[in-house]
């Protein structure tokens, strides 16, 4: 009789032990920068290369908006960023100190002006 009782009991610790390791396993040690690069009319700028930069990084990471203007960095580790937006055409923009956390989400949009006659001469 003590035998049947003590096979429910050593499945239902199991059960539990598992359970509880599996969303500990599943935690993200990363962070994500996501954002949308416009012109100063509002319209979506296709192309625009954006470089992560961090002392947290081996090396920069570099993203190039899609056709609606957007960039996803998916997998920073912690730390402190500058994001530098560049276009042909348009004055190159950073953005400085930007704190990326565990498991957040940051939306950094971005409008970028169009450069001057002079400007682009030194291009």
Known sequence: ??????????????????????????????????????????????????????????????????AEGDFRFIALPPGVYDLTFELAGFQTTKREGIRVVINQTLTVDQQMNVATLRQCRLL
Not at 15 to 28: H, V
């Open 1 to 66: 009789m003590m035998r049947l009782i003590r096979v429910p009991v050593y499945a239902l610790c199991l059960t539990l032990l598992f359970g509880m390791a599996a969303p500990t396993s599943a935690q993200d040690f990363r962070g994500r920068i996501n954002g949308a690069v416009t012109d100063n009319t509002g319209a979506v700028l296709p192309g625009v290369t954006v470089t992560a930069a961090s002392p947290a990084l081996i090396q920069t990471q570099t993203q190039v908006t899609g």
